[in-house]
């Protein structure tokens, strides 16, 4: 760490850096490991030459999400716009309970039920790098459809990621996203990019949400995403359904649900991604 982040964070938090680690944090952000003078330790991303807002937009998201104390949710200690940093409480890991899963699929449950001000949110932010547009809607299917689908199959396309005959087909899916989304339900409270990266373990071997990417959704998102890669246990998906029973037909709704982070992917990097987004639109076709 160079003397202009350790005077920053100072500036910030009203206490000198007495010593700091460079830890891995993503590919965003130069992460570290610091200790105060008073000895606490926190977590510093400093998003250098960053997206403007997204710092801010990271610690608004946490914030929200933390409100119900439905989950664990990292704590923010200090955001910076101007030099963009984002300043939070060191996360200890301890080995995870035997109810981790359990207590993740009943705590996200809980934090869907929370429910948000619309479809939508009060602000724009972001999915990685990639801003995500959150202006509200009246309606799921059509939120899904011009702020979510649409913004990045026009990116990849544009990119040259994604042919036009897919986006041909695209267009097709999203005319009938109506019949596909499932039954109506009130927005949930979605932390937007739940992929097992995203989720860390606590001191007291509990779960704990950190780089959200929030907005007021259809539930079934966030366990779409968390299916994408893996790494998230049964139980987990059981005990959530117990708690706030999923609508019927929900499992073959998952892959329409994918196509988000699936389009992001294609934007972000190209390659296998784009046939999986391709294969995924023509199944519902």
Same mark, same amino acid.
């Given at each position: 760490m160079g003397p202009e982040l350790a005077l920053r964070i100072e500036a910030l938090l009203g206490q000198r850096a007495a010593s700091a680690h460079a830890v891995g944090g993503g590919n965003i952000a130069a992460s570290w490991r610091v200790r105060l003078s008073s000895g606490d330790e926190c977590f510093v991303k400093d998003y250098g030459d960053g997206p403007a807002g997204l710092a801010r937009c990271e610690a608004d998201g946490l914030r929200w999400l933390a409100e119900g104390k439905d989950l664990g949710v990292a704590e923010v200690l200090g955001v910076a716009d101007d030099a963009p940093l984002l300043v939070l409480r060191w996360i200890e890991s301890a080995p995870k309970r035997h109810d981790f899963a359990e207590r993740l699929g009943r705590g996200l449950a809980a934090l869907h039920a929370r429910g948000a001000e619309g479809f939508g949110?009060?602000?724009?932010?972001? @999915?990685? #790098?990639?801003?995500? #547009?959150?202006?509200?809607? #009246? #309606?799921?299917?059509?939120?899904?459809?011009?702020?979510? @689908?649409e913004p990045l199959v026009r990116l990849a396309a544009e990119a040259g990621r994604l042919s036009s005959s897919v986006v041909k087909e695209t267009e097709m899916l999203l005319a009938r996203l109506e019949d596909l989304c499932g039954p109506s339900e009130p927005p949930a409270r979605l932390h937007g990019d739940l992929w097992s990266g995203n989720l860390m373990v606590d001191s007291d071997g509990s779960p704990c949400l950190v780089d959200p990417a929030v907005y007021g959704g259809h539930r079934e998102i966030d366990l779409a995403m968390m299916q994408l890669f893996g790494g998230f246990e049964a139980r987990t998906f059981d005990a959530y359904h117990e708690a706030y029973p999923l609508a019927p037909g929900h499992e073959e709704r998952v892959a329409l649900y994918q196509l988000y982070p699936l389009a992001a992917h294609v934007v972000l990097f190209g390659g296998s991604y784009a046939s999986s987004f391709a294969e995924t639109v023509r199944r519902y076709l």
């Open positions: 949110h009060p602000q724009d932010n972001f @999915i990685g #790098s990639l801003a995500q #547009s959150n202006a509200m809607q #009246s #309606s799921w299917p059509r939120f899904y459809a011009e702020q979510r @689908i």
